[in-house]
């Protein structure tokens, strides 16, 4: 069986390493709050390249606050819009709804999956205070347009980067282009946590501190509440296992992008697209994407022949029961997504004997 992600794999790689962490931490009686946060926070900073990080629970947390904390900071209101990628995971559409501003999707380029910045303009209205791009699948989806338009209308730029630690444009990573990102440590991301784990990051020191008090109940001093926050914090372990993941995670980034690049290679069968160009710096393959009009047929095809591979996403945010008020809008472009897109597995410990079979199969099929 070819795993989409074996995560006991990835663990054991560094076992020895993580195993010394966590034991030091366990020793050390101190859990929350901590000199491992602290660690943690600069060197992501440092290899985010923002003046600040700041740890918090899980990836959908960072964004909640970010938008969270403009509101207190009077940036932005309740009732403000957000340009927002139509195809992206749920959690970049609810950071919005939670702090009560309204998504307003564009559709994604079909051929690159990440938010059209030609369509971004006709959606900017009066309300409109940001934009809100993911880089989804690992690609990096900004673009020179959109820094402009932001300039433009001034708007914030916010980053949704929990599928692409380590991806650049041009000499900056993404997570430091914009004002603010959010981070998310899943498990199964790129740089992965033994539970939820999370992190905002900044160069704007009022932002990072009002994110650190609100994911702290609101609290600048003990027992001192400025704001109505939250508790949102990051745990001593999961920081402390982080930074040890953090060394590697340009190795491991490398190594998605060599199976990336075989894929892209190889595959030949006529039914599948491939919506991914081999970009080196651009992309860090959290996932690898590809679409085909029989996807259906072919996930089935790859399981029986011991492949797993996952749907992202099956259902688009607009569509879901969740969001009855958009079910009706209609992005086309989103919707033959999700239709067709199909994700190869791709990951740090896949054997390139087990990526040559994976394009057997596809070609095959
Ligand atoms: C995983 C993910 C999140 C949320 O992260 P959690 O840590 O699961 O809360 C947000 N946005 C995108 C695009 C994601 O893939």
């Known amino acids: 069986m070819i795993k989409f992600l074996d995560l006991q794999k990835v663990t054991a790689k560094y076992a020895s390493e993580i195993h010394e962490a966590v034991r030091r931490v366990v020793d050390s ?13 600069a060197n992501y900073a440092n290899y985010i390249g923002t003046k600040y990080a700041i740890g918090c629970a899980n990836g959908l947390d960072a964004l909640i606050l970010i938008f969270k904390a403009y509101m207190e900071m009077g940036v932005m209101q309740a009732g403000d819009e957000v340009i927002v990628p139509a195809n992206t995971y749920i959690a970049s559409i609810l950071a919005l709804t939670e702090n009560n ?5 564009v559709e994604p380029k079909f051929n ?12 900017i209205t009066s ?3 940001a934009i809100f791009i993911v880089h989804l699948y690992g690609r990096c989806a900004y673009t020179e347009k959109i820094g402009q338009l932001c ?3 001034n708007l914030k730029l916010v980053e949704d980067n929990a599928q692409a630690h380590g991806c650049y444009f041009g000499n900056q990573r993404t997570g430091s282009i914009g004002d603010a990102a959010g981070h998310s440590f899943y498990p199964g991301k790129n740089l992965g946590a033994f539970g939820d784990a999370g992190a905002v990051t900044t160069n704007n020191k009022v932002l990072a501190e009002v994110v650190r008090a609100l994911a702290n109940y609101g609290s600048t001093r003990k027992y001192v509440f400025k704001y109505c926050g939250r508790n949102s914090r990051l745990d001593e372990i999961q920081a402390a296992i982080l930074d040890v993941k953090l060394k590697h995670l340009d190795d491991d980034n490398e190594y998605r992008k060599d199976i990336a690049e075989y894929y892209i290679k190889h595959i030949s069968n006529p039914c599948v697209s491939l919506p991914v160009t081999m970009d080196r710096r651009n992309n860090v393959f959290h ?16 399981e029986v022949n011991d492949v797993q591979t996952i749907i992202h ?17 209609s992005l086309p472009i989103t919707e033959q997504i999700a239709q067709q897109e199909l994700s190869l597995p791709v990951s740090p410990v896949m054997e390139m ?4 079979k994976v394009v057997e199969l596809v070609n095959r099929f």
């Not at 009686?29 to 926070?41: D, H, I, S």
């Not at 690898?288 to 790859?302: G, Q």
């Open 29 to 41: 009686g101190w859990y929350l709050q901590g000199q491992e946060n602290e660690r943690f926070e």
């Open 101 to 105: 501003l309204v998504p307003v999707f």
């Open 112 to 123: 690159t999956l990440e938010i059209d910045d030609d369509m971004i303009e006709s959606a």
């Open 127 to 129: 309300k409109t205070k």
């Open 151 to 153: 300039k433009k209308y």
């Open 287 to 302: 996932l690898f994407p590809i679409l085909c009009t029989k996807r259906d047929e072919l996930h089935d095809y790859l």
């Open 313 to 329: 996403y099956p259902i688009p945010p607009h569509k879901q029961e969740c969001y009855q008020e958009w079910n009706a809008l």
């Open 353 to 356: 004997g087990e990526v040559r």
